[in-house]
């Protein structure tokens, strides 16, 4: 009897396990069972993206009005006038807001109190900026010095701070001034030559950056200029990787895994650089540094110095969030040397371009500027041949004249921020892990009370005599993580303004803008570009 019972028990159980088998085995199963699962994932992420939306109000902070899913990013991009839209939010909501990117807040202030707390007294709070489109997450090895954060950054700019010395800059002056020479040559061919003096910077950075004579100015259609050019227009673009970032940040860090892994493992089967610019140039700088790393011929470039540069770290100094477990070293990885020298580029090209596009701008429009310079820079060289980096910096007027352009035209305004790297608090507000402060530069730069007694939206470089709050004046950010290519910046600007005034008069082009029309992706530059006469003097 028992026996017939237990034979009955176990036919059951094993008809129920082949139809179990059967109903696993069905397609139909597996469709129910994906479709619940991204139904159920789809609600609670959107539930999260609801959640977060409430993130200012709880906090009492004002937000100008947002669309669900995008946020405020449709107002910030649709007319590609960042700062702008900015200045309008002050003047509604006042000095201290927030909006969102996607559902990602941000939080934005024109505050000095604020400023002078996430910029100086707390910057070990503040030690990370916001996440650009493509970075690493915090925890990788290889950063260059814009994304890195915490200790990675204390290490990086220890080894890169050297490189920027008054002493290698010297070293570097002579590439910067062989540059305008060369736009000299290319001048002198012609009493009057309509220019535009992006190909010029483009030049001095592969010269500077990677010992390349790229010799864009002679040939702008080499691939070197081309690859470039291809860069900035993909990243002043929405593009995959920066619509993951703007939107679904969460899943940022696993896009970036699964799109370094493709490129690594499927390169022989797809064309990468079709997709992806930087791919050609991260592949193209890697065969320039291991080249240069055997080669016991040393250059004066900006490659080399990082190649050589060495930190003296202390790292028993460092704070407590160092993970022991990580291999550091005081020199630059490989990939640390490519992600620094693409920081270079992509930080030197478009910024100082624009800046001395700028400055060009001014010296037409205001010819009484363009005269006081011309004499002071004629007193200082009789020839272009007498341009040197230590003189050029003897001219003081010339450095108020860029710091008044800089003030007038910021360039980099979005990469002013900081992101928070523990929960702190700020003049009464609870800031977050992870939350980034964003500073509204326009407001700033043009704020009577900080800048007067002359008009703010008069171009006055003397301005600039008189002692202010540094915190006033955010072209360069600020505070221990302000930007370290900024003496380089400055001295291509002198060397080149010094080389080309000396020989040529700046006249309006055809069509010159009355007023100057901005565009904003990465950096704010003309929207239609400029052109200048450049006639001969004498």
């Known amino acids: 009897m028992k026996l017939t019972i237990f034979k009955v028990y176990f036919n059951q159980i094993v008809n129920n396990s082949n139809n179990l088998i059967s109903f696993l085995q069905s397609p139909l199963f597996w469709l129910k069972l994906v479709g619940s699962s991204v139904l159920g994932f789809s609600a609670f992420y959107i539930g999260k993206i609801w959640f977060s939306y409430r993130f200012f109000k709880k906090i009492g902070i004002k937000t100008p009005k947002y669309t669900f899913f995008y946020g405020n990013n449709l107002q910030l991009t649709k007319e590609n006038k960042y700062s702008e839209i900015l200045m309008e939010w002050t003047k509604k909501f006042g ?25 100086v007294k707390q910057s070990k709070n503040f030690s990370a900026r916001k996440r650009v489109p493509g970075s690493r997450d915090d925890k990788s090895i290889d950063h260059m010095l814009f994304t ?34 060369r736009l000299n040559l290319i001048l002198e061919k ?48 929405e593009n995959l990787i920066s619509f993951v970032t ?55 470039d900006y490659l080399q110095l990082l190649i050589d540069a060495e930190a003296d770290i202390d790292y ?18 490989t990939n640390g040397i490519k992600l620094n020298l693409i920081s270079f580029m992509l930080a030197g090209y478009e910024t100082t371009s624009s800046a001395l596009t700028y400055a060009c701008y001014i010296l037409v429009k205001y010819q009484h500027e363009q005269n006081k310079l011309y004499n002071l820079i004629k007193s ?54 992870d939350l980034v402060i964003s500073i509204d530069v326009m407001s ?29 004046f955010m072209s360069f950010g600020n505070g221990p993580r302000y930007c370290l290519g900024m003496k380089f910046a400055l001295l291509e600007l002198k060397i080149a303004l010094c080389k080309l005034l000396l020989n040529f008069e700046f006249l309006p082009a055809e069509g010159f803008p009355v007023e100057l029309e901005v565009r904003e992706t990465i950096v704010r530059r003309p929207k239609n570009g400029l052109k200048i006469l450049l006639k001969k003097r004498g």
């Not at 700019?157 to 001034?177: E, W």
């Not at 010992?211 to 860069?231: K, M, V």
């Open 246 to 300: 703007n939107y679904l940040h969460e899943f940022e860090n696993i896009f970036i895994r699964i799109m370094l892994f493709s490129e690594n493992y499927l390169y022989r089967l797809i064309d990468f650089t079709k997709y992806d610019p930087l791919y050609w140039f991260m592949n193209h700088l890697f065969k320039i540094v291991e080249i240069r790393k055997l080669d016991a011929n040393k250059r004066k």
């Open 190 to 237: 012609e009493q009057q030559h309509e220019i535009d003096i992006s190909e010029f910077t483009m030049d001095s950075i592969w010269s500077c950056a990677f010992g390349i004579d790229a010799n864009i100015q002679q040939d702008p259609q080499n691939e070197y200029n081309r690859r470039s050019e291809a860069i900035f227009s993909f990243l002043g673009r």
């Open 95 to 119: 000095k201290t807001y927030g909006y969102y990117q996607g559902h990602l807040p941000i939080l934005v202030t024109s505050d000095l109190d604020i400023i002078q707390e996430v910029f």
């Open 380 to 433: 200082n060289f009789n020839t272009d041949e007498d341009i040197n980096s230590e003189d050029v910096l003897k001219i003081d007027y010339l450095d108020l004249f860029l710091k008044e352009v800089l003030r007038f035209y910021p360039i980099a305004n979005p990469a002013v921020n900081r992101r928070c790297t523990q929960t702190t608090w700020v003049k009464g507000i609870k800031i977050p892990k």
């Open 444 to 472: 700033l730069h043009f704020d009577s009370e900080l800048w007067g007694p002359v008009d703010p939206y008069l171009f006055y470089p003397e301005r600039h005599q008189i002692k202010r709050n540094p915190l006033v």
């Open 316 to 333: 028993t100094k460092l704070s407590t969030n160092f993970n022991h477990n990580q291999i550091l070293d005081k020199k630059l990885s």
């Open 148 to 181: 890195a954060s915490g200790t990675r950054w204390k290490i990086i700019r220890n080894i890169v701070n050297p490189t920027f010395s008054s002493a290698k800059l010297r070293d570097l002056s002579h590439l910067l001034i062989d540059c305008t020479n």
